[in-house]
């Protein structure tokens, strides 16, 4: 998996929309490299990488040794007509989007505030007393990146770039930058004595930005045909693409949800192929997948074997540097998960049908009489993936669910050492009374009781086989930093 592929297509977007809503004219230099890379905390040839493409599309020219220069050859009206199709497109999904990001990122926001120390607070600063519509972006990036959670700061920006919330010009209505500076500036002064309730009441208020902004667009720019209508889609990393990666899921979640019991594959793999519609040959990579996961046993001439018993999982091949790569973002996911479970659980399953709640309560009662306890939190990650009301949640909770997936054999490993067993059953039954009894106030302090726990432990487990808190970071992130204001 290149590394830098993914980031350099987020550059290269952030740039192109950049010169669509006309940040750069033609005519004008980009950056240098030099400021490119520091700005996006990437080596040169991913910066590259992201002039290239818009070389060849005809809207840089580059120069060896100079910075590009913008050539894109649109007309004023052809780039406002361009701007407005790309809002009308997303106007549907602004309010469901606004709503889902601020339930995944207020909690991180108030918690990361908190731990910002004096070089970060004069540097935030710096960033609220000019306020420019783009230091909105690099004020709560700066924060977020506290985290070290490369997959939650790809969510951030796929958020961003898809709204367009880094290219709205000043000048707008709701670019109040006066207000702005002043709610900034107030924040940080509760940051420093960590007020969080004041940071989190100041930062609802913020809100309002987030709210002109979707009226904003409401009155001023016609819906796109329903037809044409974008829903958010998180593009995880970008460059995860191999087909096998998502057959690996696919089989991971069948054995997960008890469609696979303990024994052989119940079809061969031809008909796995046809199934799946792939070739043979994907499907023998994708079992020689599962195989080091330790989730499946092939043996020479007598077939492969499904081992969906926990008690019977095998420690994953961490000398695989593919098994390796994806139980670091395994967890990147779980962490995340973490950091947004509590408040996303409490949210979204007391908004459910009642028939949702019983069908949930029905899942979680199966797994608990037949010993699965270590499947509960994963299979309401399923279930608000898809069913939550907030399609934008269903698409962060269902990425988040697949992902996870591929720790099933180290979260196994570590229930069967009875670290997580405890934990897994208790929250188990909670869940069902909270469903059953329609009392749900408990649901916020189990997940987070839970996730908690088995964080840790997950922890533990990979530091003890080899890895180290830098692998697991292994990701590279997309960032923004604002390299005028280093000292």
Known sequence: ????????????????????????KKGEKLPSLETLCRTFCVVPQTVQAALKKLSDEGAVSLHRGRCAIVTLNKSREELDAWSQHFFSQRKNTFADLYLSAELVFMPLLIKEFCRMDKKDFILLTRLASRAKSEDLIRFYCFILQKTENPLLMNLFWEICLFLGVPYVREGTPLYQLDSIRRQLLELIAFARTSNTYQIFETQLAFQDVSKNLTQYFSERIQSAPQSEQLSFVWHIYRNRTQICYNLVMRILHEICSGEYNDGQLPVSYQKLAEQYGVSVITIRRTIDMTNQLGVTNTVNGKGTYVVSNTAGICEPKLDSPAIRRNIAIFFQAFELLTFTGAEVFQTMIPAFTAEKKGELAALLQNLYYNGRCVFSLETCVYFIGVHAHLQSIREIYSGLYGLILWGYPVMAICENALETAEGNIQFTKTMIQALTSGDIKEIAAAVRELTDQELTVIKNYLLERGFTLDELRLSAQFRLFPTELED
Do not use: A, V
């Not at 592929?5 to 950049?18: D, F, N, P, T």
């Open 1 to 24: 998996m290149d590394r830098g592929k993914g980031l350099s297509e987020l550059i290269y977007e952030y740039l192109k929309m950049r010169l669509y809503f006309q940040y750069f």
